[in-house]
T-cell receptor, first 115, second 113 residues
Framework: SAVISQKPSRDICQRGTSLTIQCQVDSQVTMMFWYRQQPGQSLTLIATANQGSEATYESGFVIDKFPISRPNLTFSTLTVSNMSPEDSSIYLC????????????FGPGTRLTVT | AQSVSQHNHHVILSEAASLELGCNYSYGGTVNLFWYVQYPGQHLQLLLKYFSGDPLVKGIKGFEAEFIKSKFSFNLRKPSVQWSDTAEYFCAENNNAGNMLTFGGGTRLMVKP
């Protein structure tokens, strides 16, 4: 398994501002993902963070709203831009570590509240 | 698009009762299936996974799940629940295409002491 940390663990932000969430892994991993878990709901994939290239976004998510960086194999950031109350969610980073590539491990999440 | 359905949104059981949480997936090809658990205030943890082979999969903490291809199901079971099993349980699948997971809506389990 991998040890994943996220910063910040929680934040309260004002409408219209942006927040950058960091994800750090204790080992090099091929694949990193960003998910969103809205209050009382399940997890939805935002994007795949690709090392050395642009992230691959899922339907309904765009780069201007959720820019992602992946400068190396152990680190990624997700920015939530021009926030609105609808962006209040838990944002989770996950990684795939096994050679078969199917097991995902999740970070502790960042709880974002937008007022 | 793939989808995963968990039909039980909330389940309340007494300690020592048996548990079965339903999970159905839609993808008709080869899938990998997972159950994750999220204890109150904690992050997601992998309970068990199915890739291939024996359709009855045993996971941590006495949980098991059975893959039934003909029913597109991967139900989670535990013969005797404990208060500490109170958590939210998520079924998920991927179809090897990109490793991303498609999650079900989750089932919130409360076990009464």
């Amino acid at each position: 398994s991998a040890v994943i940390s996220q910063k910040p663990s929680r934040d309260i932000c004002q409408r219209g501002t942006s927040l950058t969430i960091q994800c750090q892994v204790d080992s090099q991993v091929t694949m990193m993902f960003w998910y969103r878990q809205q209050p009382g709901q399940s997890l939805t994939l935002i994007a795949t963070a690709n090392q050395g290239s642009e992230a691959t976004y899922e339907s309904g998510f765009v780069i201007d709203k959720f820019p992602i960086s992946r400068p190396n194999l152990t680190f990624s950031t997700l920015t939530v831009s021009n926030m609105s109350p609808e962006d209040s969610s838990i944002y989770l980073c996950s990684v795939v570590t096994s050679d078969r590539g199917y097991e995902q491990y999740f970070g502790p999440g960042t709880r974002l509240t937008v007022t | 698009a793939q989808s995963v359905s968990q039909h039980n949104h909330h389940v309340i059981l007494s300690e020592a009762a048996s548990l079965e949480l339903g999970c159905n997936y839609s993808y008709g090809g080869t899938v990998n299936l997972f159950w994750y658990v999220q204890y109150p205030g904690q992050h997601l943890q992998l309970l068990l996974k199915y890739f291939s082979g024996d359709p009855l999969v045993k996971g941590i903490k006495g949980f098991e799940a059975e893959f039934i291809k003909s029913k597109f199901s991967f139900n989670l079971r535990k013969p005797s629940v404990q208060w500490s099993d109170t958590a939210e349980y998520f079924c998920a699948e991927n179809n090897n295409a990109g490793n991303m997971l498609t999650f079900g809506g989750g089932t919130r389990l409360m076990v009464k002491p």
